[in-house]
């Protein structure tokens, strides 16, 4: 990206939560589904389980409805 400059005070302001592991292990565990997935077939589709790491996700962020069609460029 030209043009394109991040800082580390950038970085420093964007919301990173602090995820406990419990809240973690089911995401790993989807992504370890995909990559095995993927793996055994190139063309699998894994579209419920990125859809099951979105949720996750936009829980652990607390996103309500609405902002989870902002992210999802759904507008």
């Known amino acids: ?13 964007l919301p990173i939560p602090d ?18 997935a993927k793996k055994a077939d190139k063309t699998s589709d894994i579209s419920a389980l990125e859809a099951e790491i ?3 996700v936009n829980d652990i962020y607390g996103l309500t ?3 989870i069609v902002v992210v999802e ?3």
């Open 1 to 13: 990206m030209e043009g394109l400059h991040l800082y580390p005070d950038d970085w420093q302001q």
């Open 65 to 67: 409805a609405e902002e």
């Open 19 to 36: 995820v406990p592991p419990e809240k973690q292990t089911p995401i790993v565990a989807l992504v370890e589904q995909i990559l095995a």
């Open 73 to 75: 460029g759904r507008e």
């Open 54 to 56: 979105d949720r996750l």
